[in-house]
Structures are given as C-alpha cells and as structure tokens.
C-alpha cells in the first residue's frame, strides 16, 4: 500500500495518519508509549516502511536486515497494554493483527514486548499470548 494522505484513515485504526503514526514514522514527533510504537510499525509493515521497522527493533533482537513481510496486512486490534507509559522501562501490547496472504485472510495474535532505551520506544520480542 502506498503512503496514506496526512489527513486518510491510519491504517492502525487512528483517526488520520497525519495525527496518528505519520509523525513518529517520519521521526518528526517522539512515540511516548509502547502502543504508539506498536501501531506505527503495524502501519510501517502496511506501507512497507522497512527502515521504521529496524529503527523502532532492539539493537539486542533486532535482525541484521528487516525484510518484507508478503502479507497484505489489513486491520490492527489493540487487546491489551501493560505499562509502556512514559517512566516505564518495559511494556508490553497485545494485538491481533488481520492480514491476508494469497488470497487467505489470517490473523496473527501476539503480546509484543518493548523497552524504553536511550528516550525512546523499542520493540524486543513476540511473547506468547495469555490464554
Ligand atoms: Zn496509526
């Protein structure tokens, strides 16, 4: 999907993308919280923003490269939040991401694990989800 007008639906599900995840993927405005970060690169994999990705992954688990995903991915569902606020070192967000991959529509559930280094937001690993 191409980049969205600034004043289009985000594709996280924010009101407009220029209010929502545009300002933290062009990194004209700070992510305060894990779930900020968590949905912009949700929206980065959208519009295949591959720089987004690795910037907002820990150094520690980040991969050398970040490549595509090849899914279509089409609407994010924040579940739950645990921390992740300004002042906290960790985070964690559950989401249940709906993709679709050759023609299939998937989802994909997942309690994303973050940390707050060096003032800023980052992604360290998939947990697996509570039951
Ligand atoms: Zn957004």
Known sequence: MPTPDSAA????GGETYGTCCEPIITQSAK???AEAVMRSRFT???IGDLDHLW???HPRTRPQRVLP????WLKLEVADVVDGQPGDVTGVVEF???YRDNWRTKTMHERS????RAGRWLYTEALP???
């Open 55 to 57: 910037r907002t992954w």
């Open 96 to 98: 249940v991401a709906t």
């Open 9 to 12: 639906p985000c594709p996280c």
């Open 31 to 33: 992510a305060w919280t």
């Open 129 to 131: 989800p509570t039951q």
């Open 69 to 72: 995903s090849g899914n279509q």
């Open 113 to 116: 694990g973050f940390e707050y």
């Open 44 to 46: 980065a994999n959208v």
